[in-house]
């Protein structure tokens, strides 16, 4: 068997999510061999360092300078049928599930999304899969000659890969005009603190108990003395007072900190979906019924905006004494 698996880079570096789907796709079974595939602008942004993969191939192309998901869904399949690849493998972020749905279209095959457990044997490929926000798995038996997959970020732990380092080799993917079309031109930073949400091993986060926008500069204090990152609920963002970028939830950033403190937010399954990957939960909230309390590891029942400033407080005259 023959997997390729598709690798996100940040900054020069293959991302987390990718290392645990090439993780995942080196697990397959019967001894996959297992390529990768990465979509830079240059060959000199190739992976460097062991990663759990027999080889990579950098496709390179002007059009991977940005984000061009069709483009390098061409290249995906482009690869894939040069190997005879059996399997193909993304991580399951919202880029790696844009671009498997679009290799999937090209080879008129159904994707298996957000997998968390793959058992392939001989032409028999089942799948776990998170649905509906993760309050569902889903056991599914994929019938299909090639066996599209991504991995719920997350669901396995990365390893490097032991040993040497892969070989690494370019080609130039030819691309059609329609994916060079659909292309990424314009980005706007965040005005965020510099932490990513997603990679946060600390995530303190407000909802509608916060009051309003204001009503985060403590929630914002809390953040920055645990060197955390600021997230939020729906009610927060759909008033305006957070961007979507900070929204916590199925509809919003998947969250895995070490610790979620969880500031005046009720608990909907929406909102959970996103943070249920974090080690521990400490909820601050008003309502001893709150729903957020019976995932809860920690809860202190009061007022956040005094609670907050209370924590703040007492981890400052922790650190000066
Ligand atoms: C399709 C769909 C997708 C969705 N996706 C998401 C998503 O990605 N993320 C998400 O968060 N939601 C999502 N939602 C919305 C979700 O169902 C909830 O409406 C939302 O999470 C509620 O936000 P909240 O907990 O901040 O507000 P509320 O449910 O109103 O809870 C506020 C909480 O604050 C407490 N509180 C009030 N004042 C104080 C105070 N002074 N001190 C301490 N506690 C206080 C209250 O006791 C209460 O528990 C989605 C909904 C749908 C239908």
Same mark, same amino acid.
């Given at each position: 068997m023959t997997a390729l698996?598709?690798?996100?880079?940040?900054?020069?570096?293959?991302?987390?999510? $990718?290392?645990?789907?090439a993780t995942m796709a080196s697990s397959l079974g019967g001894g996959a061999e297992v390529h990768a595939i990465v979509a830079a602008d240059t060959a000199a942004l190739a992976p460097a360092g062991p990663l759990p993969v027999? /080889?990579?191939? =950098?496709a390179v192309h002007e @059009?991977?300078? $940005?984000?061009?998901?069709? %483009?390098? @869904?061409? #290249?995906?399949?482009?690869?894939?049928?040069?190997?005879? %690849?059996?399997?193909? =493998?993304?991580?399951?972020?919202?880029?790696? &599930?844009? =671009?498997?749905? *679009?290799? /999937? /279209?090209?080879?008129?095959?159904p994707l298996a999304a957000n997998c968390v457990a793959v058992a392939v044997a001989d032409a028999d490929a089942r799948v776990t899969r998170v649905r509906w926000g993760g309050s569902l798995l889903e056991e599914a038996r994929v019938d299909a000659p090639t066996l599209l997959l991504t991995v719920q970020p997350h669901a396995v732990a990365a390893e490097p890969g032991a040993g040497d380092w892969p070989s690494v080799e370019t080609f130039t993917p030819t691309l059609s005009d329609a994916a060079l079309a659909l292309r990424v031109v314009e980005r706007v930073g965040a005005a965020t603190g510099g932490v990513s949400l997603a990679d946060a091993r600390v995530v303190v986060s407000g909802g509608r108990g916060a009051g309003s926008e204001e009503g985060f500069a403590p929630i914002e204090e809390l953040a920055e003395l645990l060197e955390a990152a600021v997230g939020c609920s729906r009610a927060v963002t759909m008033a305006g007072w957070r961007?979507?970028?900070?929204?916590?939830?199925?509809?919003?950033?998947?969250? #895995?900190?070490? +610790?979620?403190?969880?500031?005046? +937010? $009720?608990?909907?399954? !929406?909102?959970? %979906?996103?943070?249920?990957?974090?080690?521990?939960i400490l909820a601050i &909230?008003?309502?001893?019924?709150?729903?957020?309390? !019976? $995932?809860?590891?920690?809860? =202190?029942?009061?007022?956040? *905006?005094?609670?907050?400033?209370?924590?703040?407080?007492?981890?400052r005259a922790a650190r000066s004494g």
């Open positions: 698996v598709y690798l996100e880079q940040t900054d020069g570096a293959v991302d987390e999510p $990718s290392l645990q789907a027999d /080889a990579v191939q =950098v @059009a991977f300078g $940005s984000y061009a998901p069709l %483009a390098v @869904a061409e #290249a995906v399949v482009e690869l894939a049928g040069r190997l005879g %690849a059996t399997c193909v =493998v993304g991580p399951g972020t919202e880029r790696g &599930n844009e =671009v498997l749905a *679009h290799v /999937a /279209a090209l080879l008129d095959l961007p979507h970028t900070d929204q916590v939830g199925q509809t919003g950033t998947k969250i #895995a900190p070490e +610790i979620y403190i969880a500031c005046g +937010i $009720s608990g909907a399954t !929406q909102h959970m %979906a996103g943070c249920k990957g974090a080690k521990r &909230n008003a309502d001893r019924e709150a729903p957020i309390l !019976q $995932s809860a590891d920690y809860a =202190v029942i009061g007022d956040l *905006h005094e609670v907050v400033p209370a924590i703040s407080a007492a981890i």
